[in-house]
T-cell receptor, first 115, second 115 residues
């Protein structure tokens, strides 16, 4: 089954403790992206990747890092999480940036709480 | 800057009736695509319908249809014969052809279908 897999689904952590949210897709998609969803704000892009070793900032990149060493994986790293990073996170992929007209395939989301 | 506005934070409809969700967008681009995504309580993001800006014909998918008014930059979603399973958050989204694939989302409309 074609899908984007995110882990974990839920995560509670403490301020300052480094964490990684994993994302993997099995569709050979070139384009991958991370979004955060907050009430009243919709979804906002954090980082995106056009292909292996090609990443760039989205609209709200502060406090996050990403890497794209393999085509299928695009982990989101929070080096020192803070409470304002409490949010619902989505990983998404598309065949390539030029094919975004077909929309994204989304993962099932990660609910992160930083206390 | 491209923006997407959903002016109805919450709506409700009786089962079997018709409801229309509003969306307006702002862009100076001519080549772009519009989407409606559904997010049920499971929080999965599900593509409902998409529209290419160069197509005058409004897109339809079973009970879901859009009213695309390009000059007015309006992209409303009509749900006919509403079902309890349509209860969800609905997001309008936009991407333009020359972008880096950043899908821009509105803030969402929470739709409740009442029995």
């Amino acid at each position: 089954e074609a899908q984007v897999t995110q882990n974990p689904r839920y995560l509670i952590t403490v301020t300052g403790k480094k964490l990684t949210v994993t994302c993997s897709q099995n569709m050979n998609h070139e384009y991958m992206s991370w979004y955060r969803q907050d009430p009243g704000l919709g979804l906002r892009q954090i980082y995106y990747s056009m292909n292996v070793e090609v990443t760039d900032k989205g609209d709200v990149p502060e406090g996050y890092k990403v890497s794209r060493k393999e085509k299928r994986n695009f982990p989101l790293i929070l080096e020192s999480p803070s409470p304002n990073q409490t949010s619902l996170y989505f990983c998404a992929s598309s065949e390539r940036a030029r094919n975004i007209n077909y929309g994204y395939t989304f993962g099932s989301g990660t609910r992160l709480t930083v206390v | 800057a491209q923006t997407v506005t959903q002016s109805q934070p919450e709506m409700s409809v009786q089962e079997a009736e018709t409801v229309t969700l509003s969306c307006t967008y702002d862009t100076s681009e001519s080549n772009y695509y519009l989407f409606w995504y559904k997010q049920p309580p499971s929080r999965q993001m599900i593509l409902v319908i998409r529209q290419e800006a160069y197509k005058q014909q409004n897109a339809t998918e079973n009970r879901f249809s859009v009213n695309f008014q390009k000059a007015a930059k309006s992209f409303s979603l009509k749900i006919s014969d509403s079902q309890l399973g349509d209860t969800a958050m609905y997001f309008c989204a936009f991407v333009y052809g020359g972008s880096q694939g950043n899908l821009i989302f509105g803030k969402g409309t929470k739709l409740s279908v009442k029995p």
